[in-house]
């Protein structure tokens, strides 16, 4: 045999030891990682996010998102958790406390956003561990918990706002290699409390990469500690793909917009739809979105609602309230051009 026949024969035998061990390798990091195992076995992905936006001030709370991710259903929920939601009540305290009251206390001391923020969001979490449908995995965390700060012109309060500054992000071709370079690195826009490593954070962009706009879904977290339960029970029932049951269908419309006329103009076409419209008049004052509140925690409705007048059907926000008499609030905004069917009523 010729050296040159003995060459090639050890450079193929490398090469496939080479292969053997990348494939190993990749193996046991499949094993081990933890969202490969969820996504393995299609359960919910659970993330609490704190959101402020660039040069925010350090004194103002953060935003608190929930954010649950549905391999089964390739779905993303995010649901805001306002600072003024009511914290866990200690023995000591004699009147009810908000998330931003723990927000201000820890700030006063520390003047330290970091350590104020994560205070605040432990406090959220152990609101959310008083119910017994949270995960009781990994001692009642989420499976991911981080700070994130968005661009200022980004208001985190406003779930639309934060979606249609993450749609545009998602769609980029190259989101895995830009997610990852960001999410990689623990200063700037993202901090992770327990950092995820390289292999997990390919497999979240790439599974945050293949979302829609459509594919995320907006929710408000309850005032009351009395809806969580059926809060929580509807956000990993539509993680799961479970059917919504059939609920009565009454519909407000408040008009937004500053022109007159609207409210009543969608109130005549839904109504000649056959839907059920019980009241109509004007906001609190102007929005510039349109936007559908869903009452019953669900989403069905409100889509329906948005899609008898023409509008996006991404602009459903689910809502949950208690002793409600109304199951959906249409509320027309200054963009309420983008209704088709309300902007050819007008003409």
């Given at each position: 045999m010729s050296d040159s026949e003995t060459r090639s024969i050890w450079t193929g035998r490398a090469l496939a030891a080479c292969v053997l061990a990348a494939l190993a390798g990749a193996a046991w990091l499949d094993r081990s990682s933890a969202p490969a195992k969820i996504l393995r076995r299609m359960d919910s992905m659970t993330a609490l996010v704190s959101m402020r936006f660039q040069g925010q001030a350090g004194v103002l709370p953060p935003t608190l998102y929930l954010a649950v991710y549905s391999p089964a259903t390739h779905s993303l929920e995010l649901a805001v958790i306002p600072p003024q939601t009511p914290r866990p009540q200690q023995p000591q305290e004699k009147a009810p406390r908000t998330l931003a009251d723990t927000y201000g206390a820890v700030y006063a001391r520390q003047e330290d956003s970091g350590a104020a923020a994560e205070a605040m969001s432990r406090d959220a979490l152990a609101l959310?561990?008083?119910d017994p449908l949270w995960p009781r995995d990994g001692g009642g965390r989420p499976d991911f918990w981080l700070e994130l700060e968005v661009p200022a012109e980004v208001r985190p309060a406003f779930p639309q706002?934060?979606?249609s500054w993450l749609a545009p992000l998602l769609?980029?071709?190259l989101f895995l290699i830009d997610f990852v370079r960001a999410a990689g690195r623990d200063a700037g826009a993202v901090r992770w409390t327990d950092p995820p490593h390289l292999y997990d954070l390919l497999l979240i962009g790439r599974e945050l990469g293949r979302l829609s706009v459509r594919d995320i879904r907006l929710a408000q977290f309850p005032s009351s500690r009395r809806l969580l339960h059926p809060f929580l029970g509807g956000v990993f029932s539509r993680a799961r793909g479970m059917p919504e049951g059939p609920a009565a269908l009454t519909i407000e419309v408040l008009n937004a917009s500053d022109q007159p006329g609207i409210a009543l103009r969608a109130t005549k076409l839904l109504r000649l739809q056959g839907l059920d419209v019980l009241h109509f008049g004007n906001a609190a004052g102007g929005e510039a979105r349109t936007r559908f509140l869903d009452r019953t925690g669900r989403n069905g409705a409100a889509r329906s609602v948005a899609a008898a007048l023409g509008c996006p059907?991404?602009?459903?926000l689910s809502?949950?309230?208690?002793?409600?008499?109304?199951?959906v609030t249409a509320v027309?905004?200054?963009?309420?051009g983008r209704c088709t069917r309300l902007r050819e009523g007008a003409q």
């Amino acid at each position: 045999m010729s050296d040159s026949e003995t060459r090639s024969i050890w450079t193929g035998r490398a090469l496939a030891a080479c292969v053997l061990a990348a494939l190993a390798g990749a193996a046991w990091l499949d094993r081990s990682s933890a969202p490969a195992k969820i996504l393995r076995r299609m359960d919910s992905m659970t993330a609490l996010v704190s959101m402020r936006f660039q040069g925010q001030a350090g004194v103002l709370p953060p935003t608190l998102y929930l954010a649950v991710y549905s391999p089964a259903t390739h779905s993303l929920e995010l649901a805001v958790i306002p600072p003024q939601t009511p914290r866990p009540q200690q023995p000591q305290e004699k009147a009810p406390r908000t998330l931003a009251d723990t927000y201000g206390a820890v700030y006063a001391r520390q003047e330290d956003s970091g350590a104020a923020a994560e205070a605040m969001s432990r406090d959220a979490l152990a609101l959310l561990a008083q119910d017994p449908l949270w995960p009781r995995d990994g001692g009642g965390r989420p499976d991911f918990w981080l700070e994130l700060e968005v661009p200022a012109e980004v208001r985190p309060a406003f779930p639309q706002e934060l979606r249609s500054w993450l749609a545009p992000l998602l769609a980029k071709p190259l989101f895995l290699i830009d997610f990852v370079r960001a999410a990689g690195r623990d200063a700037g826009a993202v901090r992770w409390t327990d950092p995820p490593h390289l292999y997990d954070l390919l497999l979240i962009g790439r599974e945050l990469g293949r979302l829609s706009v459509r594919d995320i879904r907006l929710a408000q977290f309850p005032s009351s500690r009395r809806l969580l339960h059926p809060f929580l029970g509807g956000v990993f029932s539509r993680a799961r793909g479970m059917p919504e049951g059939p609920a009565a269908l009454t519909i407000e419309v408040l008009n937004a917009s500053d022109q007159p006329g609207i409210a009543l103009r969608a109130t005549k076409l839904l109504r000649l739809q056959g839907l059920d419209v019980l009241h109509f008049g004007n906001a609190a004052g102007g929005e510039a979105r349109t936007r559908f509140l869903d009452r019953t925690g669900r989403n069905g409705a409100a889509r329906s609602v948005a899609a008898a007048l023409g509008c996006p059907e991404e602009e459903v926000l689910s809502a949950l309230e208690e002793n409600t008499q109304v199951s959906v609030t249409a509320v027309i905004g200054r963009d309420h051009g983008r209704c088709t069917r309300l902007r050819e009523g007008a003409q």
